[in-house]
C-alpha cells in the first residue's frame, strides 16, 4: 500500500541526474504537437481505497488542450495517457511498479519505468506487460510515440 509523508516524499527526492532525465524527457515529448505534458502534477487517486488521495508522477502527458491561466487545478481529476516515472538513487523499482498498478486501475494507458544507470526504458502496456529498450528507438504502441533513446540518455 502506498502512504505519502513527508519524510517519504524527503526520502524520495530527485537527484541530478534524475532532474536533468525529467526535464529532457519533458523537453522531448513537447515537441509532440498532440500531446502536452505536465511535470510533478497531483493526480487524484481518491477512487482507489489507498492511504493517500493523490500521487505525483514525474511526468504526466495529456491530450493537447489549452491553458487558461485565470483558471488553474491543484490536483487533477483526469487522468493523464502516459505516466513517466525515473528511479531516483533511493527509490525501488518494486515501489514504482505498485504505482503503475495503481495508475492503470485509474485507467492510465501507458506507463515508463526510466532506468538513469542503465539508459534504458521499460514501457508498460499492463500492469504485466512491458518491452524494455536500450538501445535503438523506444516505442510505445499504444500511443504512437517514438523517440530515439541517444536523443535522451546523451
Known amino acids: 500500500m502506498i502512504t505519502t509523508s513527508a519524510l517519504e ?3 524520495d527526492m530527485g537527484s541530478r541526474n534524475h532532474s536533468y532525465l525529467q526535464i529532457k524527457l519533458g523537453a522531448l515529448l513537447l515537441a509532440l504537437e498532440q500531446y502536452m505534458v505536465l511535470s510533478d502534477i497531483s493526480l487524484d487517486t481518491s477512487a482507489l481505497a489507498m492511504n493517500t488521495k493523490e500521487m505525483r508522477p514525474d511526468l504526466a502527458l ?6 487558461d491561466f485565470l483558471q488553474d487545478e491543484i490536483r487533477m481529476q483526469t487522468m493523464p495517457l502516459l505516466i513517466i516515472e525515473i528511479l531516483s538513487p533511493r527509490q525501488s523499482i518494486d515501489e514504482i511498479l505498485e504505482k503503475f498498478r495503481c495508475y ?3 485507467g492510465v494507458q501507458s506507463c515508463w519505468l526510466v532506468l538513469p544507470p542503465l539508459h534504458t ?6 500492469p504485466n506487460k512491458e518491452h524494455t529498450f536500450s538501445q535503438g528507438e523506444l516505442v510505445d504502441a499504444v500511443l504512437g510515440i517514438r523517440l530515439a533513446l541517444d536523443s535522451i540518455f546523451r
Open 104 to 106: 492503470f486501475k485509474l
Open 121 to 126: 526504458v521499460s514501457v508498460f502496456s499492463a
Open 9 to 11: 516524499e524527503e526520502l
Open 62 to 67: 495529456y491530450p493537447k488542450q489549452a491553458i
